[in-house]
């Protein structure tokens, strides 16, 4: 269900000055039941049967007081100030916004049950539709897991920006211009998820005590698959999970190692020069500055003691992004673009913080990096354009970047872990690289067929082409 309301109202004080107000909210909910069946299997015999697979049947979905479903509850929000202001041959516009986003599953259940070390035939005679197949009775199913988590994210982000224009002219016949100017951005940025573990205290000693239903569909898109029975979501829903005379609750805590707060500032400020050479060459050359500092905090978690340990860290640098665009006319309708520009791509919230995340089973580790550094590229690109008497452009072009410091993120099979000496199946932390170049090609072309007869000269025809090779270095 998706509801939203906007709103947009601008007032003119006089001829030369202008003020705009608007303002968006919308509310999505999204509620959902899954009904999962997994094989988790080894290599099958000769004969196709796997000996000692696993079979896991599991429901998700939520309280009654969602309909025993998951609610997904995405809610975003901004409002707008801003003004347009002429003082003499100088111009003016400036601008505040504040938006906001959140997301919260509130009581999101899971009940799983298993059959372990039971043998499974596996049919791969269709590598695109492989079958399974088992005759285990409920019976042979018992509790893996009963849990339910609270997830809630946000971000809230806070803008003021105010830019000048000083037209002059050098030669009467031709235009110039210096525009300059300052943004100031504030993002805060949080996770809040806490996942609970439930164990019966009666009841609940195979899949036969649970409610279950077939959830086979003989239209199934994806192929002809049985899933058979798995337990109810209207039995998940009812169940009075707080109660300590039915159940045992525990706290997963090594879920809380996801949780963070983070807050970016970029404080940026730039001027820009923009001359007419002549009729036919134009040029746009300018200076940005900025400045960005990071906080956050975090937590690691410690397997062993089962105990999540708060972390922090900060970062701050400044960057400094020179940039020169020219234009030259060579007829009304072909024109040559060249641009050197240098820009910047900062890491993402969570990969800053320093947490520790245990993957399910403990077979993956994944940890964060509070080290990384703002991916920066250098630019060159030149492209040629013909715009046809009617609907229609030609173009070609080629670019190079150098790109320092680009993020990935690493994968380390078999890893010991060094802090708690264990091994995990695979290791993933967000890495720097060091330095890549990128050059390429591109052609494109659109076109109206109006030079066909009928129906056809009402048809456009685009079609682009794009070559790249990339160079990095070897991790």
């Known amino acids: 269900m998706r509801q939203s309301v906007s709103g947009a109202f601008d007032y003119k004080l006089d001829a030369f000055n202008t003020i705009f107000f608007n303002a968006i909210y919308n509310h999505r909910n999204d509620w959902e039941n899954r009904f ?18 696993e079979i896991r049947r599991q429901t998700k979905g939520g309280s009654a007081d969602n309909d025993n479903r998951r609610l997904e509850d ?19 516009d400036w601008g505040f916004s504040f938006a906001k986003a ?6 999101e259940r899971y009940m799983e049950f298993r059959a372990k070390k039971v043998p499974v035939t596996v049919d791969l005679s269709d590598e695109r539709e492989p079958y399974f197949s088992e005759n285990h009775p409920l019976s042979s199913y018992s509790l893996k897991d009963l849990s339910e988590e609270n997830q809630y994210t946000d971000e809230k982000d806070f803008n003021a920006k105010v830019n000048f224009e000083i037209p002059f002219s050098i030669n009467k016949n031709l235009n110039s211009s210096l525009q300059f100017g300052g943004k100031y951005k504030k993002k805060d940025k949080k996770r809040d998820n806490e996942l609970f573990e439930y164990e019966p205290l009666s009841g609940f000693e195979n899949l036969t005590d649970v409610p279950t239903q077939d959830f086979t569909d003989s239209d199934f898109e994806a192929g002809n698959y049985k899933v058979g029975s798995i337990g109810t979501s209207e039995f998940l829903g009812s169940l009075d999970l707080n109660n300590a005379a039915l159940f045992e609750k525990s706290e997963d805590v090594s879920d809380k190692a996801g ?35 990071i906080e956050y905090t975090g937590f690691e978690f410690d397997e062993e003691e089962e105990t999540l340990t708060p972390t922090s860290g900060s970062d701050d640098y400044t960057n400094i992004l020179p940039g ?23 890491p993402n919230y969570f990969s800053l913080v320093p947490y520790r995340n245990i993957a399910e089973d403990n077979e993956e580790l994944s940890i964060g990096n509070p080290a990384l550094e703002p991916t920066t590229s250098m630019n060159f690109d030149l492209m040629a354009e013909n715009y046809f008497e009617s609907v229609g452009i030609l173009s070609a072009g080629v670019f190079y970047k150098k790109i320092n410091d680009f993020i990935y993120t690493q994968k380390i099979e078999n890893y010991i ?6 091994t995990y199946d695979d290791f993933f932390q967000p890495k ?24 056809l000269r009402n048809l456009t025809f685009y079609a682009n082409f794009y070559k790249f090779n990339r160079r990095q270095p070897a991790d």
């Open 36 to 53: 999962r069946l997994r094989y988790i299997l080894d290599e099958p015999n000769e004969d196709g049967i796997v000996e000692e697979g």
């Open 74 to 92: 995405q809610r975003t929000w901004r409002t707008g100030l801003s003004g347009d202001h002429l003082f003499g041959n100088v111009k003016l």
């Open 102 to 107: 959140s997301e919260e599953r509130p009581n």
């Open 259 to 293: 949780n963070f707060n983070a807050t970016e500032k970029v404080l940026a400020g730039y001027a820009e020069f923009k001359h007419e050479f002549s009729e036919k060459l134009s040029m746009i050359a300018g200076l940005r500055l900025e400045r960005t500092e």
């Open 324 to 346: 020169v665009h020219f234009k030259y006319n060579v007829s009304d309708n072909t024109i040559l673009r060249f641009a050197w520009t240098n820009t910047i791509s900062r």
């Open 417 to 422: 872990d060094p802090v708690s000496g264990n």
């Open 432 to 455: 720097n690289g060091a330095e890549a170049t990128l050059l390429g090609f591109e052609f494109a072309i659109q076109r109206r067929l109006d030079f066909f007869e009928g129906f």
